[in-house]
């Protein structure tokens, strides 16, 4: 299995990180095809319904992982390919974030393997 480390930076600051996608030194990250786009207007989509759903149940989580880096390291959100959206949640409020995302229209499936 290989790893990737990237280290994330600031929207405000001007210049890239060394060895992330915005670094001119990094191997060059190719443009996003409309497939890419689509997909990353259902993300966009999914996202404002995750976030819609948990701050009417009162609960917080933080996106983290692929959703967080395409939208605060890549310079277009669609160049960063991903199948999931991953939250960090407080352990005590799992099933409460569970819940609201059930009841707004989600589906509850096992894991794949």
Do not use: C, F
Request: aromatic content about 0%; cysteine-free; charged content about 20%.
């Amino acid at each position: 299995m290989s790893r990737a480390v990237l280290v994330a930076r600031s929207r405000s600051d001007s210049d890239p990180v060394e060895g992330s996608p915005n670094s001119s030194s990094s191997a060059a990250t190719p443009a996003p095809s409309p497939l890419d786009h689509a997909h990353a207007l259902l993300r966009a989509h999914l996202i404002r319904r995750i976030s819609r759903a948990l701050e009417a149940a009162g609960l917080s989580a933080i996106l983290v992982k692929g959703a967080a880096l395409a939208l605060t390291v890549y310079p277009d959100a669609a160049s960063r390919p991903m199948g999931d959206i991953d939250l960090l949640s407080r352990r005590a409020d799992r099933d409460r974030i569970v819940a609201a995302l059930i009841g707004a229209g989600s589906e509850l499936r096992a894991p794949p393997g």
